[in-house]
T-cell receptor, first 115, second 111 residues
Framework: GENVEQHPSTLSVQEGDSAVIKCTYS??????FPWYKQELGKRPQLIID?????GEKKDQRIAVTLNKTAKHFSLHITETQPEDSAVYFC??????????????FGQGTILTVHP | GAGVSQSPSNKVTEKGKDVELRCDPI?????LYWYRQSLGQGLEFLIY????????KSGLPSDRFSAERTGGSVSTLTIQRTQQEDSAVYLC?????????FGPGTRLTVT
């Protein structure tokens, strides 16, 4: 099965700075890499995802990069704002197994943006 | 449209009791997933339903846990003889392709 490692576990930045969260995965067959944001007491929500046929994807202040050779992908948030404070989870599918769509999640990164 | 819904939102039960947690997925979503999130932890996969295929139960932590999905829609997660370590938020998600949409979760507290 897939193994996903996420770093750092906590990240504190000043408003306006950039934040980067990194994840590594073990299954070279994995082809879909989503990032979820979970605000305190709320459900996880997809913020961006990337497929293995591209190396980078951007959506306003957030971007995700993928290095399939090294089996790692990263979330980049620029011009951070206090409302970006949340727990961020990366994930990768168990594509090599029999259950397409089942996700293995990283342990999460608590991002705090100080005004 | 309506998102994924779960009930109850909170459940407090005594150790040894059985509990049932319900998930209503987004209409038309063929895949349904159950995850468990302990305090300050990540999401732990429990079980996955895809259409009419046999469910993937590989994440269920013990035989006290079971789930069913009736008519390809509503799902119920049952925990028998609850233990204190079962205390967590149980999240349901549904999808039609890759993107999984999560419900608000059921916070289970076993006393």
């Amino acid at each position: 099965g897939e193994n996903v490692e996420q770093h750092p576990s906590t990240l504190s930045v000043q408003e306006g700075d950039s934040a980067v969260i990194k994840c590594t995965y073990s299954d070279s067959a994995s082809n879909y890499f989503p990032w979820y944001k979970q605000e305190l007491g709320k459900r996880p929500q997809l913020i961006i995802d990337i497929r293995s046929n591209v190396g980078e994807k951007k959506d306003q202040r957030i971007a995700v990069t993928l290095n399939k050779t090294a089996k790692h992908f990263s979330l980049h948030i620029t011009e951070t704002q206090p409302e970006d404070s949340a727990v961020y989870f990366c994930a990768a599918p168990n594509a090599g197994g029999t259950s397409y769509g089942k996700l293995t999640f990283g342990q999460g990164t608590i991002l705090t943006v100080h005004p | 449209g309506a998102g994924v819904s779960q009930s109850p939102s909170n459940k407090v039960t005594e150790k040894g009791k059985d509990v049932e947690l319900r998930c209503d997925p987004i209409s038309g979503h063929t895949a349904l997933y159950w995850y468990r999130q302990s305090l300050g932890q990540g999401l732990e996969f429990l079980i996955y339903f895809q259409g009419n295929s046999a469910p993937d139960k590989s994440g269920l932590p013990s035989d006290r846990f079971s789930a069913e999905r009736t008519g390809g829609s509503v799902s119920t997660l049952t925990i028998q003889r609850t233990q204190q370590e079962d205390s967590a938020v149980y999240l349901c998600a549904s999808s039609v392709l890759d993107e999984q949409y999560f419900g608000p979760g059921t916070r289970l507290t076993v006393t």
